[in-house]
């Protein structure tokens, strides 16, 4: 989706909002296409390109309700935390070999380092050594990152932990 079209979408949510509503996004950092700042910079980390992109959106869009995030790379990166969580959304198949394979791809890399090459994205590297999760990921995504949990997440992703804090400060602050 592009940038312009998002940017509607949250005015209008924001305009409807009540003072302690908040709008915020969860937008893939690969693949990214027509968002302020998308540029790639020579030596940047992936994690300060997705905080400048954040800060672009966010100067497009100035209001304390609005609340950019963009996932580095992309969702799939969460389920690199845990990677045995996938086990259950694929019952009577045998993973240990993908999953030893996937765990090989990534040795080193934190889930938000693992790429975002069109073949070395984390769900094109998921598909690769699982090739059932093509077609059950809407469904195996958000069931395995709810296995692993937000706590763990925390821990290893730390850009998606900032996100997550600064989201639990706004329910602190309305208590």
Same mark, same amino acid.
């Given at each position: !989706? ?11 949510? @924001?305009?409807?909002?009540?003072? +302690? =509503?908040?709008?915020?996004? !969860? ?14 910079? =020579? ?13 672009? !959106? ?8 609005? @609340?950019?995030?963009?996932?580095? +790379?992309?969702?799939?990166? /969460? ?28 040795? #080193? ?16 590297? /998921?598909?690769?050594? @699982? ?16 296995? @692993?949990?937000?706590?763990? !997440? ?6 998606? #932990?900032?996100?997550? #804090?600064? /989201? ?8």
């Amino acid at each position: !989706m592009p940038f312009e079209k998002l940017r509607g979408g949250c005015r209008q949510e @924001i305009g409807r909002a009540r003072p +302690h =509503q908040f709008t915020t996004t !969860m937008i893939d950092l690969y693949a990214l296409r027509d968002f302020p700042g998308q540029e790639e910079r =020579q030596g940047e980390s992936p994690r300060d390109r997705a905080c400048r992109i954040e800060a672009g !959106m966010a100067a497009q869009l100035p209001s304390s309700q609005f @609340i950019p995030y963009i996932q580095v +790379h992309e969702f799939e990166a /969460l389920l690199y935390v845990d990677l045995d969580e996938l086990r259950p959304s694929f019952p009577g198949k045998d993973l240990t070999d993908a999953l030893r394979r996937l765990r090989d791809d990534t040795a #080193g890399l934190a889930p938000e380092d693992i790429d975002d090459g069109h073949n070395t994205a984390p769900s094109k590297r /998921l598909i690769r050594h @699982i090739p059932a999760y093509e077609y059950v990921k809407a469904i195996a995504g958000p069931q395995t990152a709810a296995r @692993i949990g937000l706590a763990r !997440m925390r821990d290893r992703c730390l850009h998606f #932990g900032v996100w997550l #804090g600064r /989201l639990e400060g706004l329910a602190a602050a309305k208590t």
